[in-house]
């Protein structure tokens, strides 16, 4: 129904940044929110950032301040700007459309792209 495909992930040194990119496809008229979703290695997935089709955020509290979440509705694109990185960053970060029907949400994934911060 609706299909995610991340963009840009990649390695990039501590203190550096990195622009990641989600394009939405698909049934995409209902989706209630997108957002970035992580995880490492031997962790579980976390949120990382969301954004409502209204413009409201949301924010996990170890990447508040470093990274901003926006989007583009008329495009279906929402896009995290990640400044600051730090190695605990690095993980494989997924794309996430909520669409809420009759109460309940409904999540859609992307692949997923990998980010590593390295020196």
Not at 15 to 24: D, E, N, T, W
Request: one cysteine or more; a positive charge; glycine letters at 12%.
């Amino acid at each position: 129904q609706v299909q995610l495909v991340e963009s840009g992930g990649g390695l990039v040194q501590p203190g550096g940044s990195l622009r990641l990119s989600c394009a939405a496809s698909g049934s995409r008229f209902s989706i209630y929110a997108m957002g970035w979703y992580r995880q490492a290695p031997g962790k579980q997935r976390e949120m990382v950032a969301t954004i409502t089709t209204g413009g409201n955020t949301n924010y996990a509290d170890s990447v508040k301040g470093r990274f901003a979440i926006s989007r583009d509705n008329f495009k279906n694109m929402v896009y995290l700007q990640m400044n600051s990185l730090k190695p605990e960053d690095a993980a494989v970060y997924y794309c996430n459309a909520k669409r809420l029907v009759i109460g309940v949400y409904h999540d859609h994934w992307g692949q997923g792209t990998q980010v590593t911060v390295s020196s």
